[in-house]
Structure formats: C-alpha cells, structure tokens
C-alpha cells in the first residue's frame, strides 16, 4: 500500500470512538518499534517527523526508512500497513511546500503563536498548496505549555484553545483537522508536581457541538510511565518531578472528537530508560546493536500499549 492520507483514517476514528497513534520518527530504531507494533495490532498509522528530525536525520533517510517499513509489512506479514507520514509543527509555507514536494501526505501548519488572522492567511495557503497536490493539513488554534522544537513556550503563556474560534477558523482556512489547547503539554514535565493533572473536556465539548464530525488532534500527550523514569533515575538519569497525561482521560479525548493523538516523550523516555539501564547492567558493553536493540522492543512495547489501551485503534486497519 502506497502511504495514505489521513482523511479515511479520521473518518472511521470519528465514527468508532477510537483515535489513532502519531509517533514522533528520528531513526531507523523507532520506525522499525513502532511500525512493528503497528503491523502485530493491524492499527493505521501516523509517522510524523518534525523540522528538527528532519535536520537530524535529513529528509531522504526518514522517507527511505518509512518505506522500507511499509515493504517489510508487505513481504513478511503479507499485511499492506496504512501509513500516514506527516510533517509535525511545521512552522512555514517552505517547509510545509518542501515535506509536499518530498512525499508527505500531510502537513501541520503551526502558527497558533502568531495572531488569529494571520494564522489564518498562512493556514489558507498552505492549504491551497497542499490540497492542490493531495496532501491533508492539520492548523492549530491555542498554545500548548512546554517545549515545541527547540522553542520555549512558558507555563504562563500557554493558552486553552476558545472554542468560539474554531468555525470561522476551519471555514476560512479549509484545513482538516485542528490541533487544540485543553491542558496537554509537550515534554515530560506537564503538571506540577502535587496538583492533579485535569484536561479541560469542557472546552473539548463545546469545540466538539461546534464542529460536529470535524477530527481533532491533542498535541503533547505522553503519560510520561513512572516506571521509566524510575529507571532513569535509578541508572545515572536525574528526572524529578516528571508527569504526564494520565491515560483515562485520553482515552476519554478518543471516544470523543480527538482523532489523533500525539505522543513523543513517551517513546524517548522507553529508549533512554532501557540505554540507561543496559549501560548499568554491562558497563563492558560497546556494541551499539547490543543496547538499541532493547530500545527498539521496548518502543515497540510502549506502542502497542498505546494502540490497545489508550487508542483503541488495533486491529481497526
Ligand atoms: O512537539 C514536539 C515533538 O516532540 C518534536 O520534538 O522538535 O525535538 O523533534 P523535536
Ligand atoms: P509529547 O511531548 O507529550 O510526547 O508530545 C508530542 C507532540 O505533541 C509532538 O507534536
Ligand atoms: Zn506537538
């Protein structure tokens, strides 16, 4: 199967009550963990690279790897994997043109920081740029706390999404789907330590009676495992303090209109914790087939988690 959009994948997660995974892509590793999990749950599938994995890794070797993946679903599971490979906050026309003109079958226009009508010219034309060559776009309204590739958004900047905007933005902008502010964060610092994490499902609902049948995406939505940052700290790692979304309340966001969920953090908290703790257990080691080795299973362990138990999506392909 070639890669796809996302519109059918949306569509049959908005009418199944179900959303579906978008994993954040930077080696070979990752997307041999998560496509495998993927390919074992029969679940569709979002890979997304954002502009520093492209400068990382180079656009080419993460297009080349993505489709060695859906050829290695094909010749040894005979199952054609639909995979979605998506650009991740990208934060001009020129990268979006540029992911367009490389393969891409969807872009994220994130200009949530800038204001509202020029997020919505900007929407608008990579909107027009990529509809022309097949591709889907995702627009963001509101500002997620945390870190979004390598930009500092502070606690007190961020800003829940006002659900009063989003009809005019989506009609205005032809995008579709929209990625919105009800608590998440990027990172695996979240919530303060000692309150108690709460996404804002009020705001989630009235966006929701406003744009009925509209997917919607949540950004910054890892659970940050305990277990993994215990490892961490156990092993040489200093992580105090580090808490994620807790996972009924994205599946709560699932059965709703949330249609993708985003999740990093979660996959490079698995692979550090298991470089961590081989590290300890072997500090003769040197071979680096010996320790990413664990990693790739240890992402492909926290993916199917995700896939089954949070997303609901296996076996929905
Ligand atoms: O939203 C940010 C993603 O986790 C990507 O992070 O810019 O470090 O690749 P990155
Ligand atoms: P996390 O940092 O919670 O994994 O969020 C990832 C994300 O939103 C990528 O766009
Ligand atoms: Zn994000």
Do not use: W
Not at 78 to 89: A, K, N
Not at 191 to 216: A, H, M, N, S, Y
Not at 243 to 272: F, H, W, Y
């Amino acid at each position: 199967m070639a890669i796809v959009t996302t519109k059918e994948m949306f569509q049959k997660a908005y009418e199944g009550g179900y959303a579906i995974g978008a994993f954040n892509v930077n080696n070979m590793e990752i997307v041999q963990g998560i496509t495998e999990a993927a390919i074992e749950q029969r679940a569709p599938l979002i890979l997304q690279v954002s502009k520093g994995a492209r400068a990382y890794a180079k656009h080419v070797y993460l297009m080349k790897l993505i489709e060695a993946a859906i050829a290695d679903a094909e010749q040894t599971a005979g199952f054609d994997l639909p995979i979605c490979v998506h650009l991740d906050h990208g934060d001009s026309f020129e990268l979006c043109k540029s992911c367009i003109d490389g393969g891409f079958s969807s872009v994220m226009i994130d200009a949530s920081g800038k204001p509202f009508e020029e997020n919505i010219a900007i929407t608008r034309q990579v909107v027009e740029y990529a509809h022309d060559h097949g591709v889907v776009v995702e627009a963001e309204l509101g500002t997620l706390a945390g870190i979004e590739d390598e930009v500092n958004v502070s606690a007190e900047d961020s800003s829940y999404t006002r659900p009063e905007d989003v009809q005019e933005f989506v009609e205005r902008t032809g995008c579709d789907s929209l990625a919105i502010a009800i608590g998440t964060s990027h990172g695996a610092y979240k919530f303060k330590p000692g309150t108690k994490p709460q996404l804002r499902f009020d705001i989630l609902e009235e966006v929701q009676r406003r744009l009925p049948g509209f997917p919607i995406v949540l950004h910054g939505s890892s659970s940050v495992p305990q277990e993994f940052v215990q490892m961490i700290n156990e092993n040489g790692g200093n992580m105090p303090g580090a808490i994620g979304v807790p996972e009924d309340q994205l599946r709560q966001a699932a059965s709703m209109a949330v249609c993708k969920i985003n999740i990093d953090s979660d996959l490079r908290l698995a692979m550090t914790a298991t470089i961590r703790k081989y590290f300890h257990d072997h500090p003769d080691h040197f071979d680096p087939r010996q320790y990413l080795k664990p990693a790739r299973a240890a992402i492909k362990d926290m993916v199917a988690h995700k896939i089954v138990d949070v997303l609901g999506c296996n076996g929905k392909a």
